[in-house]
């Protein structure tokens, strides 16, 4: 399963939105609040297990999408995206990918163990 459906546009992050952020991000200084949890912004930088140089802050939506909040600190927004994400899973009765590998070893670690009863 892809892990992105659509467009940037059509996610919300498109033309508009990377203008807007890149005006942000030029105006940031260090020490600049989160618009999430209020504590300050002090890298502009992160490195990735890989040596990839990423973001550390983004430019967050309200809830529903229907403005900005302002820049966030990346863990905080991805983390706001990720409670609402299971929210929704857990409403619809859906599992989580962790949730299904976890039947999914058990049901491997139950048939394992049959087969070695059988010998």
């Known amino acids: 399963m892809p892990r992105y459906q659509g467009t940037t546009t059509a996610r919300g992050y498109g033309s508009s939105h990377q203008a807007l952020r890149a005006r942000l991000l030029a105006a940031w200084k260090p020490g600049?609040?989160?618009a999430r949890c209020g504590q300050p912004m002090l890298y502009r930088?992160?490195?990735?297990p890989?040596?990839?140089?990423?973001?550390?802050?983004?430019?967050g939506h309200l809830d529903g999408k229907t403005g900005y909040r302002?820049?966030?600190?990346?863990s905080c927004n991805r983390?706001?995206?990720?409670?609402?994400?299971?929210?929704i899973n857990r409403a619809r009765g859906t599992l989580t990918p962790r949730q299904i590998?976890?039947?999914?070893?058990?049901?491997?670690?139950?048939?394992a163990a049959g087969s070695q009863r059988r010998r």
């Open 50 to 59: 890989d040596g990839k140089r990423v973001s550390a802050i983004d430019l």
């Open 32 to 34: 600049q609040p989160c």
């Open 101 to 111: 590998a976890a039947i999914r070893y058990k049901q491997w670690q139950a048939s």
């Open 70 to 74: 302002g820049l966030e600190h990346r």
């Open 79 to 87: 983390r706001d995206g990720q409670r609402k994400t299971t929210a």
């Open 45 to 48: 930088w992160l490195l990735t």
